[in-house]
């Protein structure tokens, strides 16, 4: 899916969580974070066995998760709370010569084949690029959220806090290095959320339906 994202403005006295919105983002402003351990054995052998790279497999997951939910879409424009059609992954591409990072985006597709090309196209275009916005240094799009990992340390979890003050309710999702346990492949996943956005309930079934489609990711690969 690519083009302008499309933006449905949200009217708090109707939407269903019009209270809780206001009451999380402007009397109580709160945030969490919680990790989970998923299990990611299925998904690493397909992912092999089609000889693809994992990482972007990953962010494909994961946008296309949270696109299944519309508390994890909310955002702001020009003052009017809505939300977009769908997220687009924003992530690091890291630098060994430098040891920094730098930031891509690729607009999702529903598609995983499709999805995968493009992500390998920014690479090879702007994967050495150095600087904050190695894309052409242009700005994310308006539906960027942030997921990343952290491929060299297996944590218990991970949290990721902004000290700008700006309305922000898109999760932050992050991955730690996976390891064996028990004869499976352990994935720790970090997410972040705005409560304003998004309560437990929403993470849980976050939660839920990743797992279930990474043990049958190979029928996304085609």
Not at 99 to 104: D, E
Not at 124 to 127: H, N
Not at 151 to 158: A, G, K
Not at 198 to 202: E, F, I, N, R, V
């Given at each position: 899916?690519?083009?302008t994202?499309?933006?449905?403005?949200?009217?708090?006295?109707?939407?269903?969580?019009?209270?809780i919105?206001?009451y999380?983002a402007?009397i109580a402003?709160?945030?969490y974070?919680?990790t989970?351990?998923?299990?990611?054995?299925?998904?690493?052998l397909?992912?092999k066995?089609a000889?693809i790279?994992?990482?972007p497999?990953y962010l494909?997951?994961v946008?296309?998760t949270?696109?299944?939910?519309?508390?994890?879409k909310?955002?702001?424009?020009?003052?009017?709370?809505g939300?977009y059609?769908?997220?687009?992954?924003?992530y690091a591409a890291f630098?060994?010569d430098d040891?920094?990072?730098?930031?891509?985006w690729?607009?999702?597709?529903?598609?995983?084949?499709s999805f995968?090309?493009?992500?390998?196209?920014?690479q090879?275009?702007?994967?050495g690029?150095?600087?904050?916005?190695?894309q052409?240094h242009?700005m994310?799009p308006p539906n960027?959220?942030?997921?990343s990992?952290l491929?060299?340390?297996?944590?218990?979890?991970?949290s990721?806090?902004?000290y700008?003050?700006?309305?922000?309710?898109?999760?932050?999702v992050?991955?730690g290095k996976f390891?064996?346990?028990?004869?499976?492949?352990?994935?720790?996943l970090?997410i972040?959320?705005?409560h304003?956005a998004?309560?437990?309930?929403?993470v849980?079934?976050?939660?839920?339906?990743?797992q279930?489609?990474?043990?049958?990711f190979?029928q996304?690969?085609g």
């Open positions: 899916m690519t083009g994202p499309l933006f449905t403005p949200l009217d708090l006295l109707t939407w269903q969580r019009g209270q919105f206001y999380f402007k402003p709160t945030g974070s919680l989970a351990d998923m299990d990611i054995t299925e998904m690493l397909a992912v066995s000889g790279k994992f990482f497999a494909w997951l946008t296309k949270l696109n299944r939910q519309t508390e994890f909310i955002a702001e424009k020009d003052g009017q709370i939300y059609d769908t997220l687009t992954p924003l630098h060994d040891k920094t990072f730098s930031l891509l690729t607009a999702y597709n529903d598609d995983f084949p995968y090309r493009a992500y390998l196209a920014n090879k275009r702007f994967g690029n150095h600087g904050v916005l190695a052409n242009t994310p960027a959220y942030t997921v990992c491929p060299w340390v297996s944590f218990r979890h991970f990721v806090h902004s700008a003050d700006k309305p922000y309710y898109f999760p932050s992050e991955a390891y064996q346990s028990g004869g499976r492949i352990i994935l720790p970090s972040t959320c705005h304003a998004a309560d437990g309930y929403h849980k079934c976050f939660l839920e339906t990743w279930a489609d990474a043990n049958n190979a996304f690969i």
